[in-house]
């Protein structure tokens, strides 16, 4: 089944940007809602964005709207997130996430993670 691969994580300060990756496998790619989540330490996992099949309809967690942008590219099987004006309770593990219909509230399938650590 599909296998998700996130990268890009890192440490940088209060106000910088970062970009998420996510490549996923297989050639079916574009049938899937694709989405991210993030945890932070002793937190719920908690829903970050989501982005349909086409790219055409997008959702973001309140706490993000205006700062952060999810993209994807079908052609390279990748979905991405533009991460801007970073604080640090943005600190978590970042996990991408797909499904064939919806990422909410349980996505079917997830990448392993990767960490972004913002300090202050």
């Known amino acids: 089944q599909v296998q998700l691969v996130e990268s890009g994580g890192g440490l940088v300060q209060a106000g910088d940007s970062l970009r998420l990756s996510c490549a996923a496998s297989g050639r079916t790619f574009s049938t899937y809602v694709m989405g991210w989540f993030r945890q932070a330490p002793g937190k719920e996992r908690e829903f970050v964005a989501t982005?349909?099949?086409?790219?055409?309809?997008?959702d973001y967690a309140d706490s993000v709207k205006g700062r952060f942008t999810i993209s994807r590219d079908n052609a390279k099987n990748t979905v991405y997130l533009q991460m801007n004006s970073l604080k640090p309770e943005d600190t978590a593990v970042y996990y991408c996430?797909?499904?064939?219909?919806?990422?909410?509230?349980?996505?079917?399938?997830w990448g392993q993670g990767t960490q972004v650590t913002v300090s202050s």
């Open positions: 996430a797909a499904d064939y219909v919806k990422v909410r509230p349980k996505p079917r399938y």
């Open positions: 982005i349909s099949e086409g790219g055409g309809v997008i």
